[in-house]
Structure formats: C-alpha cells, structure tokens
Nanobody
Framework: QVSLVESGGGSVQTGGSLRLACRVSGAVYSGSWSMGWFRQPPGQEREGVAGIGSDGRTNYADSVKGRFTISRDIANNILYLQMNSLKPEDSAMYYC????????????????????WGQGTQVTVSS
C-alpha cells in the first residue's frame, strides 16, 4: 500500500517562504510515477498547483508561476514544493498526490489524474 505524508506547512507573513515535503512509502515496485501538489482553501474546490511527470517535465498553475517550484528526490521518495513570495491567497490546505503513469503535461494539474493522496498540511499567509 502506498502512503503519502505531507509536512512543512505553517504560518508566514506575506512575502515569506515555505518548503513543503511529501514523503512516499510503501511503494514496493518502482515505475513511472507522476506527482503533484494541490490546494484547497476553506469552502472551495481543490485545485492543482504544480505537477511533475515521470520524465521530469513540470506544469504550474498560472497563479504560482515564477514563485513555486516542484521537485523530487527520487532516491529517497520525497516530493517538494518550494514556495516563495507567498501571498494571502496562497493560504490553503495543501495535498500531495501520486499516480503510476507517464503524466502527460496537460494532466498534471487535474485531480482525477491521481490515485494516491496525502492527508494535507496547512499553509496560512497573513498580510
């Protein structure tokens, strides 16, 4: 069974930075994995933030381009989201997700593309 656990959330002021981590365990058989970060503000729908395909290609929501960077430590099965220049509108519960597949670029920000999900970590940005 695959397990994803997020960490690194917290409260920061506008303009601050956070680095989220998603540690993956239980994947006995390695393969072609795609992963992504999603966020869900209170009372709103979950939205795609950033995704990375098995080939290393990335895709970002327009609202975070130039500020967020998704990366992965393949050897240790860790997914990261470096968040810089944070804004109050970035406040949300952030979730990581994974799926076994090549991850076409256009699909990386779609919730329905992913099979495995973490429990979420809260990010709060105050002005």
């Amino acid at each position: 069974q695959v397990s994803l656990v997020e960490s690194g959330g917290g409260s920061v002021q506008t303009g601050g930075s956070l680095r989220l981590a998603c540690r993956v365990s239980g994947a006995v058989y390695s393969g072609s994995w795609s992963m992504g970060w999603f966020r869900q503000p209170p009372g709103q729908e979950r939205e795609g933030v950033a995704g990375i395909g098995s080939d290393g290609r990335t895709n970002y929501a327009d609202s975070v381009k130039g500020r967020f960077t998704i990366s992965r430590d393949i050897a240790n099965n860790i997914l990261y989201l470096q968040m810089n220049s944070l804004k109050p509108e970035d406040s949300a519960m952030y979730y990581c997700a994974a799926v076994l597949g090549p991850g076409p670029l256009a699909w990386l920000l779609r919730q329905t593309s992913y099979q495995y999900w973490g429990q979420g970590t809260q990010v709060t940005v105050s002005s």
